[in-house]
């Protein structure tokens, strides 16, 4: 196998190449690409990052938001596989407190992929599921499993984005604001979430 240094930087090798391996690669590229210079990068900058002519990133990433998809799903996977699932035990309240910490911790390490996944940059192409709208589908599938019964079937889609996507904006206005500790905050999320899950049989019921 050629090497990278054997080549010119920017032309991809004739000799064959590993597809699962370059999307690695040009994933990699994006994240670096994305942190020095935010989510407005193009397809060239990340191929110039990874070492590629454009021609070999367009062969993986046919268009940005493919590639900003593909991005999502790996730090989506990353969160729901690691030391979200790990820490996903107790109750509604620990699990609930769980999440929130990873996401905290994950916006603040990570801000510029953090806006670039979470929000539509492109402006021809539609980014339709996005880093938080994946977490916010596992997310409905474990409250199914946690609490199973008909009216966590009709709540958990409604629930499951409404925790994500709460959690989200409750952490951009602390994130600007500062205005309570973060054992405070995070303590008000999970009595919020929590008090409302076992609200859940009563609000199907006032619903139907």
Same mark, same amino acid.
């Given at each position: 196998m050629i090497s990278m240094a054997t080549r010119g930087r920017g032309r991809p090798s004739g000799a064959p190449y590993d597809r699962k391996l370059r999307a690695e690669e040009l994933l990699d590229a994006a994240e670096r690409a994305i942190r020095n210079t935010g989510g407005t990068v193009s397809i060239a900058e990340v191929a110039r990052e990874?070492?590629?002519?454009?021609?070999?990133?367009?062969?993986?990433?046919?268009?940005k938001a493919d590639l900003l998809r593909a991005l999502s799903r790996?730090?989506?996977?990353? !969160?729901?596989?690691?030391?979200?699932?790990?820490?996903?035990v107790?109750?509604?309240?620990?699990?609930t407190r769980a999440f929130a910490d990873i996401v905290i911790d994950w916006i603040t390490a990570e801000p510029e992929l953090y806006i670039a996944l979470d929000r539509d940059l492109t402006a021809q192409e539609r980014l339709d599921h996005g880093v938080f709208d994946l977490i916010a589908q596992v997310t409905e599938e474990h409250l199914q499993a946690e609490f199973p019964g008909n009216h966590m079937q009709q709540l958990a889609p409604f629930w499951s984005r409404l925790a994500v996507g709460g959690v989200l904006m409750t952490i951009n206005w602390w994130s600007a604001?500062?205005? !309570?500790?973060?054992?405070? !905050?995070?303590g008000y999320i999970v009595e919020t979430f929590a008090q409302g899950i076992s609200a859940g049989p009563a609000l199907v019921a006032a619903n139907t």
């Open positions: 990874a070492g590629f002519a454009r021609s070999a990133c367009y062969a993986i990433f046919p268009t790996r730090h989506a996977d990353r !969160l729901i596989s690691g030391s979200w699932r790990d820490s996903m107790g109750d509604i309240r620990d699990q604001s500062r205005t !309570l500790s973060r054992d405070d !905050l995070i």
